[in-house]
Structures are given as structure tokens and as C-alpha cells.
């Protein structure tokens, strides 16, 4: 596809996103598609949706704003901030640097990094400090992430998988 179908797929993701609409963001993905970012690691195709309709849906105060992006043929990138309160009650500004690759004009792979540990401390308080250095607490955060997302998954499809 061409850089300005690609740019206009960016564009239309963070409108998404920013409307609060995870379900539009969704199909922005191809079938198949790769993300992975620092809380939630590596998701593959349906799972991707879920997370952001999960994400979506439980917002009450989202801000998104895309300060920049770009596009080529084949890849892109985007500078994103989000602005919520995490479910501690806890306000957070995540600076976010996203990487894409696209095929047909859809995402294929999208990976979101950001600083994990100024993330969790203002998420989770001092003790994010602890999450983000120590491997056992930030496999276990992300392990909550994970099963937060299965139970969303059938609570959204009604099954008992």
C-alpha cells in the first residue's frame, strides 16, 4: 500500500483510541497481526483487539494525543501520549514511542515502547519501583495484565474457555 494509506491507517487508529472506540481500533489490525509492549508483552491476532476493546472500555478519563507520525510503504511510527487514572486511582502520563509494519493497508505489527519503570511508579506508587526493576514482580504484573485480558475475553464472548 502506499505511505499515505498507511499514514491515514495511523490516523485513524489514535482517532480511534482518543473516541474511546476498541473496536475501531480492532480493525485497524490485519488477520494475524503482532503487538507487543512492556505490560502486556507479546499478543497475537484476536487477542490484540480484546486488549485495546478491554482498554477502551474501561477507561472513564482517557486522553490520547498523537503528536506525531509517519508512514512509508511497508512501515510507520507514531509519538502518542495517554493520560488516565489507572485502576489504583492513580493519575498516569504515559509517553509512548510506536513502531509499525503494515501489510494491505492494515497493521500488522505494532510495537509500543515505553519507560516501564516511571510508568509503574506512577501506576502502582512506590512500590512500581519494585515491579519494574525486579523480574519475578514484573512477570507477575504482567501475568495479572494476561489474566485480566482472558477473563475480559470471555466475559465479551460469553464463553467459558
Known amino acids: 500500500m502506499s505511505a499515505d494509506a498507511n499514514r491515514a491507517t495511523i490516523e485513524r487508529f489514535y482517532a480511534a483510541f482518543a473516541?474511546?472506540?476498541g473496536s475501531?481500533?480492532?480493525?485497524?489490525?490485519?488477520?494475524?497481526?503482532?503487538?507487543?509492549?512492556?505490560?502486556?508483552?507479546?499478543?497475537?491476532?484476536?487477542?490484540?483487539?480484546?486488549m485495546?476493546?478491554?482498554?477502551?472500555?474501561?477507561?472513564?478519563?482517557?486522553?490520547?494525543?498523537?503528536?506525531?507520525?509517519?508512514a512509508g510503504e511497508e512501515s510507520g511510527s507514531a509519538h502518542w501520549i495517554a493520560r488516565y487514572t489507572?485502576?489504583?486511582?492513580?493519575?498516569?502520563?504515559?509517553d509512548i514511542q510506536a513502531k509499525f509494519r503494515f501489510a494491505g493497508g492494515l497493521i500488522a505489527d505494532h510495537v509500543d515502547d515505553f519507560d516501564f519503570r516511571k510508568w509503574a511508579k506512577q501506576a502502582l506508587g512506590p512500590s512500581g519501583n519494585l515491579?519494574?526493576?525486579?523480574?519475578?514482580?514484573?512477570?507477575?504484573a504482567r501475568a495479572k495484565a494476561l489474566a485480566q485480558l482472558a477473563a475480559y475475553k470471555r466475559d465479551e464472548t460469553g464463553s467459558s474457555l
Open 19 to 21: 473516541a474511546g472506540n
Open 24 to 50: 475501531a481500533m480492532t480493525a485497524c489490525y490485519g488477520p494475524g497481526a503482532h503487538f507487543r509492549d512492556p505490560a502486556f508483552g507479546d499478543l497475537e491476532g484476536e487477542d490484540i483487539g480484546a
Open 52 to 70: 485495546w476493546r478491554m482498554l477502551t472500555g474501561r477507561a472513564k478519563d482517557l486522553k490520547i494525543e498523537l503528536h506525531e507520525h509517519e
Open 86 to 94: 489507572f485502576s489504583t486511582g492513580r493519575p498516569v502520563v504515559n
Open 131 to 140: 515491579v519494574a526493576v525486579l523480574p519475578p514482580l514484573r512477570s507477575k
